[in-house]
Structure formats: C-alpha cells, structure tokens
C-alpha cells in the first residue's frame, strides 16, 4: 500500500491537524505552477520529533470508529519520522499506532514488519522481542501518548495509565487485553453450596482451587472461574481475593488486609507481560497479579505488598474426598457464561504459544510448562510438576528454610511446608501419609503436616503456575533441580 507523504511547512503542522475533518475524504493533489512546486520545496522541513506532542496524534475520541478514517495527510509525515528515528521511545508511539486498530495502522505496520497487512500477533511479537524495559525507558511525550490513545480504547484507561501517578512498570509493556475494565466479570461474595448440591453438575474430573482457611473448606472449579478471574470472598472469617491469571496458569490467593484496610479488586482489562493486571476499587490503584503489589497510581511507594494463602490445585474427587463438608463455588453465578467442563481457554491450553509477549522466555523449561510456586516474601522457588510426578516429593532449602513439597494425589498440584529439620522417607500420596527418617508417622492436612505425636509443620504458601510468569514477573527466583 502506498503512502501520501505530506509536505511539513514547520510550526504549523498542530494547527492544521487541529483544524481538519476527522472524517474528509482523501484531499486532492491539485496542479501547481512551475512557480509553486519552487516555493513549496522552499517550505520543507523535516520533523522535528522533540518538538511534536504526540497526543495529537490521536484526533478522535473513540478507537471504535478510528479505523475508518483518513488520518490527516501532514500527521503520516510524523509516523514515518518515528520510524526513521533511532530513538527507542519513538519507536514506542509506532508500536501502538501499529498494534491497535488506529487510522495508521497499516502504515505503522509497513514501516515496522514491511507489510501493511501485517497481524497484530506479529506485531506483538516484535513488541516481545524488544525485551525487559523499565520505567525509566519511557519519554514522558511517550507515556502522554498512550495514556491518552488508550483512554480511547476504554475510557477507564487512561485513568489507570495517568501519567501523573507514580508507577514501577514501563508503558511499553503494558498492552489491552481485548476486554473492557471488569469486562470479565469478578465474583463479589458470591454464592456456595454444598457437595451434595453441586454433585448435579459437578463431575470427578473437574479441577479445582482448594482453600482452607480456620477450618473452612472452599473449592472453586475452574470451569467456572475460568469466566470470571477474580473472587472477592470471606473464608473463614477471612476477606480474601482468589486472583486468577488464566494467561499465566495461576490462581493466587491474597488476603485482603493490608494496613487496617480491606481491598477488594477487580480486572483492569489490561495486560503486562501476558499477566493481568488488577486494580483496587477503592484508590484504582493497578497491581501486579502475580506479586501482589501496586504498580501504578496512588498507592505505589507506600511499601504495600499483600499476604499471599496457601492454595491447592487439584481435581474434584480428592478434594471433596479429603472435604466432605466443602462447600463449593455455585455455578449459578448470575453471569450467562458456558461453564462446561474444559470450555473456556480450551484452544490456548491446547497450545504452546502465548497470546501476549513476554520479554523472557528461556529455559530450561517450556514457557507454558507447569510449576508449583512456593512463595517465600519476595523470592519464589518453582517446582516442576513433571519432576514432582516423578519424585513425589522433594526436600529443599529456600533462604534456610527446610521445606518439603509434596504432589498431590491427582498430579496436577502440589503442597508445601516448612519441615522444620525432619527429613522424609516415604509418601503415600493416595493415604494423604507421608513417613520421617525418624520413624514417625504424618498426616497432609491443608493447614500442616501433623505427626503422630502431635507435632506440626506449617504450610506455606504456594499455587501452580505457568514457568514463564515465574521468570517474567517474580522479582526473584529459583527452579528446583
């Protein structure tokens, strides 16, 4: 596709645009003398980008009807000017101009993969490709910008992404996710029943996030949170936010009281580093899903970070086996959703790729391999789950604390605890029994390992997870090996 490449006469560019119909039609080249064509050629002048402020770059009001206008002719000069620029923080602007469904899109999209009809997975894919970037590689012309282009998108976004407010992720790593704030809707103190009640629906198969919380049993299938991503809940006398990354694999329990205060979240509707960010209703605030802290807005440099709850992931049978009285998470949401077994996600499950870049996807594990985390304040220690089927069960050290992680008795989840120096012979998974070098005997309960003379080990906490959330967003890390 070719591209008209405006005349910039300088100082006057803002003002024209300023000024033009968002929806003319494509102006017409008209004949210029001999003499014109000279005094034209006189006036030209490259673009000066330090000089531009890219919000103008964005004339309409809503994405939705953006595509189907004409961009006016003297801003495509500033779109080949970014490309042409060595500057990162340009090349950031063309990147969304490209990767969203902007009246340049085709032309950002020619000048950065050489094909105007290039997709927006390509486009991702090169956005992934650019690495790990920090706050501090973002312009602030650059962060304006997107502020404003994404407040175009969902009007709730530019809230979020105020360029004003403090925060500790870059805006190029910050993309939407398809879906508007809250779009996929969060379960608010929603409805329980029990076993008996659920057994109409619910099937052995079914995987489910186990909590257990002062004695109160929850299970929450995936089938159904699958749909929602977020449950603000009580459990045990206990408010709590099962926050759930499907992108990521993880369902992370936090517990809501921080400082006197009890935060409730909901889903921003945008992504960093394919992992959701969530927002807190109250400051609307983001945080980070996966660590549990602010990131942008009001809140961030408060030194907040939330109490992540142990969690099990593991399948219906054994956990109303081991939970009789568990009370389980009503399918009767008040949402029209298809909750069947295996329905939503089922093709990215399926697959080995990612729907959104994330800037590390090394090894030695497969970025969607599963891991169970363990989570020890700021540092998380994964545990493969193919190693756990095979070993089921290992002891280790995570910052001089013993600790054994024990498979569950499906193999798709695992649990931790701090063994406070005893050392393990044997499991018996099936049994829920685990045997010390010392010959006593131990029971796996949700809370602790409690041996036959009384004594217990606590659980710490940890949920399963995706291997390429563990690299991409704890702040550190180690894989078991």
């Known amino acids: 596709m070719k591209f008209a490449v405006p005349v910039f006469v300088g100082g006057l560019l803002l003002t024209i645009a300023s000024c033009s119909d968002d929806n003319a039609a494509p102006p017409e080249d008209p004949a210029l003398e001999p003499t014109q064509v000279a005094s034209a050629t006189a006036v030209l002048t490259p673009v000066d980008l330090s000089a531009v402020d890219f919000r103008d770059l964005v004339y309409w ?6 595509a189907a206008m004409y961009p006016p002719p003297l801003m495509t000069r500033i779109v080949t000017a970014l490309a042409e620029s060595e500057e990162p923080a340009h090349k950031a602007v063309l990147y969304e101009l490209a990767l969203y469904p902007t009246p340049y899109r085709e032309q950002a999209a020619y000048l950065l993969v050489g094909d105007a009809n290039a997709s927006t997975g390509e486009v991702l894919e090169l956005l992934g490709e650019r690495g790990r970037q920090t706050p501090e590689d973002d312009s602030a012309a650059y962060v304006a910008f997107k502020s404003k282009l994404m407040g175009t998108i969902i009007e709730t976004f530019d809230e979020f992404l105020d360029p004003q407010k403090p925060r500790l992720l870059s805006a190029q790593e910050v993309v939407w996710g398809g879906v508007a704030t809250d779009g996929i809707p969060p379960l608010d103190e929603p409805s329980f029943v029990t076993a008996g009640e659920a057994s109409s629906w619910i099937v052995p198969s079914d995987e489910v996030i186990g909590v257990v919380i002062n004695g109160e049993a929850r299970a929450y299938p995936r089938r159904i949170i699958d749909w929602h991503e977020m449950v603000n809940d009580t459990v045990g006398g206990v408010p709590v936010s099962l926050a ?19 935060y409730r979240f909901g889903t921003s509707g945008m992504l960093y580093r394919s992992n959701k960010l969530m927002y807190d209703r109250e400051s609307r605030t983001l945080w980070e899903q996966y660590t549990g802290e602010p990131v942008w807005g009001d809140l961030v440099g408060q030194g907040l970070k939330l109490d992540v709850l142990p969690v099990v992931h593991t399948r219906w049978i054994d956990w109303v086996a ?32 990612l729907l959104f870049p994330a800037p590390d996807l090394s090894g030695p594990l497969l970025p969607k391999d599963t891991v169970y985390a363990v989570r020890n ?7 493969s789950i193919a190693v756990l089927r095979e070993r089921q069960f290992v002891e280790d050290e995570i910052d001089d604390l013993p600790v054994v992680v024990i498979l569950t008795a499906d193999s798709t989840g695992a649990r931790a605890y701090a063994r406070e120096g005893v050392r393990f012979a044997t499991v018996d998974l099936a049994a829920g029994t685990l045997k010390s070098e010392d010959g006593h005997g131990w029971r796996i309960e949700e809370d602790a390992l409690v041996a036959d003379d009384g004594t217990r080990l606590a659980r710490l906490p940890g949920h399963n997870s995706f291997w390429f959330a563990v690299v991409n967003h704890a702040p550190t890390w180690r894989l078991y090996e």
């Open 61 to 66: 009001d809503s994405l939705l009807f953006a």
């Open 244 to 262: 759930y990354c499907t992108l990521c694999n993880s369902a992370i329990l936090y517990d809501g009281r921080l400082n006197g205060k009890v």
């Open 322 to 353: 081991r939970h009789p009285d568990t009370k389980v998470l009503d399918i009767n949401t008040g949402f029209h959703r298809d909750y069947g077994s295996g329905v939503a996600y089922a093709d990215y499950w399926a697959s080995n790729d």
């Open 377 to 383: 304040d700021y540092e998380v220690v994964a545990y």
